[in-house]
């Protein structure tokens, strides 16, 4: 059976609409907007939910950990505390990682999450599906729409084995990932390579290929790309070519692809970027917690790129403060105000694009507010003396400039509440399990 939401205002494709209906089937689809006179609304201002397009959940379990200056601190000695986590984790406690991961996401704004998922076999090595069935049952607990991106990771480098600290991401031949993504059929699907350093460019061509015979046409495919200056300098030692250029070598790059981070694309890239039509993910809060560098966001925008975000390793979780972090880290680049702004502002034109990106990047009808989509939902309330001051518009500013999570009242992912007042309605029980798994994965560390 079918439900109706009502709104002061809500942000359509076409922008700021008010006083509306979201008439919404049985499937959490919208079926169309339509005019609402009131007097009873269930919000003042109705956002799409924003997609988190990149998301690693196991690594929530890490947050407060590595801060301490030893040696030459990096993104590559973040990585072995990373690996210390991953290498004993069972499915069980992913499961009630994951749930905390998912449902700090609903309540900082995410309603789906494309979760590139590495951690593959069991603690012994046993190959099989259960640790991303742990994933799974993490966004059901949670409540977030999940689209699982199985990850192919094959090398330790550039030409390198893996190491054994890796030895739970590897499937040495195409064929038996391609069986684990068979095997989860019944999930929403991409596929995802690792990088360029994890699988040969010759491999990430004969994974597109082996992909399609299971998934068809249309899934996303996601890789990380050019996220640090090392990686694009042992690329460029090995093939002559940068990361970017070297994908774009062997694959046919398009707007099924998503390349996350490219923080060290040259000008010339983020041109070809922008012209083929592919999702660039940044994940703002990530790169500057692992010293990455900034990604020139604001010549993306300008040359007509899309772009999404997403909360990668979860140290943090907060689609607003990603967007706030994406703005101020380019005027510090640039050293100019308003990098990523319109005529109409700040807040509304950027929530949009990367809601819009994020829905990209998932490949799912999620990122807008139209008949098709499924009806995923973050809303504000005018409780406050700012909002209570301002338009809908300059409340979007005021939310990307000084809000946050705690400025989201409600989360609707398919129309049914996930948040309210501020709460998940299974905190209680995802927080004492993620204790109680943090405590003893804390112990192995």
Request: glycine fraction near 10%; proline fraction near 5%.
């Amino acid at each position: 059976m079918g439900s109706n939401l009502r709104f002061q205002h809500i942000l359509t494709p076409d922008g700021l609409e008010r006083h509306k209906r979201l008439e919404i089937d049985d499937q959490g689809v919208i079926v169309a907007i339509v005019d609402e006179t009131g007097p009873e609304f269930d919000g003042w201002l109705a956002l799409p939910g924003m997609p988190n397009a990149h998301s690693h959940c196991f690594q929530r379990a890490l947050v407060g950990v590595g801060e301490a200056a030893i040696g030459d601190d990096s993104f590559w000695s973040w990585r072995e505390s990373m690996y210390s986590l991953a290498v004993t984790m069972t499915p069980e406690e992913l499961a009630d990682v994951a749930a905390r991961a998912f449902a700090d996401m609903l309540a900082g704004g995410f309603t789906s999450v494309a979760e590139f998922h590495y951690l593959h076999h069991l603690p012994d090595g046993t190959p099989g599906v259960d640790m991303a069935r742990a994933v799974a049952e993490g966004a059901r607990r949670a409540g977030v729409r999940l689209v699982l991106l199985p990850v192919l990771y094959q090398s330790g480098g550039f030409g390198q084995p893996p190491t054994a600290r890796q030895a739970r991401f590897v499937h040495h031949h195409l064929e038996d990932y391609l069986m684990l993504v068979e095997r989860l059929s019944d999930l929403s699907l991409g596929i995802a390579a690792h990088s360029l350093r994890a699988v040969s460019p010759e491999s990430i061509a004969e994974l597109e290929a082996g992909a399609r015979s299971i998934l068809g046409d249309k899934f996303p495919r996601h890789i990380h790309v050019s996220e640090q200056r090392r990686e694009v300098s042992e690329c460029l030692d090995r093939y002559g070519l940068t990361p970017i250029e070297l994908l774009a070598e062997h694959v046919v790059l398009d707007p099924h692809w998503n390349l996350i981070h490219a923080t060290h694309a040259t000008p010339d890239e983020i041109g070809l970027l922008a012209r083929c039509g592919v999702t660039t993910v940044l994940c703002p809060l990530t790169e500057a917690y692992l010293g990455d560098g900034i990604f020139d966001a604001r010549r993306l925008v300008a040359e007509g790129g899309r772009f999404a975000i997403g909360s990668d390793s979860n140290v943090r979780i907060d689609a607003v403060e990603e967007l706030r972090m994406l703005e101020y880290s380019q005027r510090l680049r640039h050293e100019q105000r308003a990098c990523l702004a319109s005529e109409a502002g700040l807040g509304r034109p950027l929530w949009s694009a990367a809601a819009a990106g994020g829905g990209a990047a998932t490949g799912l009808p999620v990122g807008r507010l139209a008949p098709g989509a499924y009806a995923d939902i973050l809303v504000l309330e005018q409780d406050n003396a700012e909002r209570a001051c301002l338009t809908a518009d300059g409340s979007m500013d005021a939310l990307v400039t000084a809000g946050g999570a705690p400025d989201i009242a409600a989360v609707y992912v398919g129309g049914r509440p996930t948040i309210q007042s501020g709460r998940h309605g299974r905190e209680e029980e995802i927080g004492r399990a993620f204790a109680a798994t943090l405590a003893r994965l804390r112990e192995r560390l």
